[in-house]
């Protein structure tokens, strides 16, 4: 019996809430995606049970409903027709769910985003500054050679101008362009300017005094190495800058007036009012660490807040709190294990998220950057995992409370400073009592963090496929690549662009990314893990929902729906949880040649506008 597309939108509406708590609506291939005002008036119970709807979840403020290929556009047609809406697209919904997200979890998002795409770079230099450090405090004589040098220049870059690819990636992030975002990076780490880093060794420092309508503005010249939410915030007011004059300035001068003025108001803003901002916040966050690593209870709340300080790029001036206690006869420096349980904490939360993890995306960032935070370059692991997913950097403070804690109560200190973590081991005085700080606030991160942190949108991720499948998987390269994962070849043959498929539709993209095949087999395999969403009546196509909302299409031939379904088998019905390479489908190519329609067999990312990255092709 065919769907009541219209019944169908009409109980959807109902369940919930209404029209007046919709704040928009989109569809995709198989769902259609919702905002919703007050979720307390959603009955999920009953959703669940309207004819049409094949399942539901809710992933980043979007209320989800699985309805399935070829029937989810008609049923959101007849859901704007009910509702009196207008058609939105996957973008505007995107948008809506972010506007009602509470502000700390956009300004977690947005650094999030920030972060993610330069992960990489800071990784591969954390390791790098870690084993370099390493092996100059192991062999001191390797620390005066040349190659020590080089090594030590090549894994500072990332951090040395880390500003620079922050404004960057931000600019991408916020939507302006993004190589103002770079001036503006290179403007705060400028030659000119005293090095961050260093600040606080100096007696005094050079500033500007700008004389504004009889005003005096003294602003001190103070780079920002190091620093991540002052650049992030920069960057956010020259992009609101920017789209601004876009909007008001006339399209003959656009091009000198934008730039010129973004970047001087911007810079102008930024050294006069973000950086006196942060300049204070230094000074009394160091006036605070010094009062408080006086006791144990003091280290413990040092150990607890250093990540934070991490975040925003002050970490560096506790340099001056170690330099101190090593300058006094017979110094011995106690803010080191503080430092060191903090960022080993980080370590061991992050660890636990990439044991954790499904997802693979989430695994081969996770390693890698606790391996980083345990050789104590922690940015990775804070960024790219901890701040991002919130809970484990909170597991990480609790983790790091304890270990500065028994730190300061044992009265470990080091004698020297620069290290943390395994490096560490380098410099301290008591050896066992540090491994003991170690395994203290590393273990209890790592088990805090398993407990309280689940697989964000686990509820929507496939379950597991059948323990018996009925054939052998069958083991294909992966074709498409975007930043949700991997997606494997479905059946032997040719690959070809999705733009030289045989079908203008296909062809331009409208059903989403992806590649076309040219088959030398009859048979359909899986190309990810996941869950069937759909199975064309006439059998020639099927959706498959995979993880990260990776909605995927097999469609063989073009124009084989007339088929009607002769030549086409499945093995598979909606709702089946399937494993990659797992068979799928047989079909004639003999009988689609004879209808005198195209074999191509067509596989695409639907939803591949929800990805960065997106890469398709042989080579991917």
Known sequence: MALDYKKCAEEIVSHIGGRENIVQAAHCATRLRLVIKDNGKVDKKALENVDGVKGMFENNGQLQLIIGTGTVNKVYAEFLNVTGMTEATKDDVKAAAAAGQPIWKRILKAIGDVFVPILPAIVASGLMMGFVEAMGKVYPQFASTSWYDFLDMVANTAFAYLPVIVAISAARVFGGNTFLGAVIGLAMIHANLVNAWVVGSLSSIPAWDFDIFGFIVSVQKVGYQGHVIPVIIAVWLM?????????????????????????????????????????????????????????????????????????????????????????????????????????????????AVGFKARQQRTKVVAIPSSLSAALGITEPAIFGINLRFFKPIIAGMIGGTIGAFYGAFTGIGAKAYGVTGIPGYLTIAQPVQYTILLAISGGIAFVLSWIMWKEEDAEAAPAAAPESIPEKVVEFGTVISSSAGEIAQCTAGKIIPYTEIPDPTFAAGTLGQGVGIIPEDEYVYAPIDGEISSVAESKHAIGISGENDMEVLIHVGVDTVEMKGDGFEDFVKEGDKVKKGQKLMKFDRAKIKAANHPDTVVLLLTNSDDYEGVKFGENV
């Open 239 to 351: 992009c609101s800058i920017e789209k601004w004059l876009h909007k008001h300035t006339p399209e003959m001068i656009d091009l000198f007036v934008v730039p010129f003025t973004t970047v001087l108001v911007t810079t102008f803003l930024t050294f006069t009012i973000i950086g006196p901002i942060f300049a204070q916040l230094e000074s009394w966050v160091l006036a605070g660490a010094q009062i408080l690593v006086k006791n144990p209870i003091g280290s413990g709340i040092m150990g607890a807040i250093y990540p934070w300080t991490v975040v925003m790029g002050l970490h560096h001036m506790y340099n001056v709190i170690e330099a101190g206690m090593l300058s006094v006869e017979g110094g011995l420096n106690t803010w080191m294990p503080i430092a060191s349980a903090a960022n080993f904490a980080q370590f061991g939360a992050c660890l």
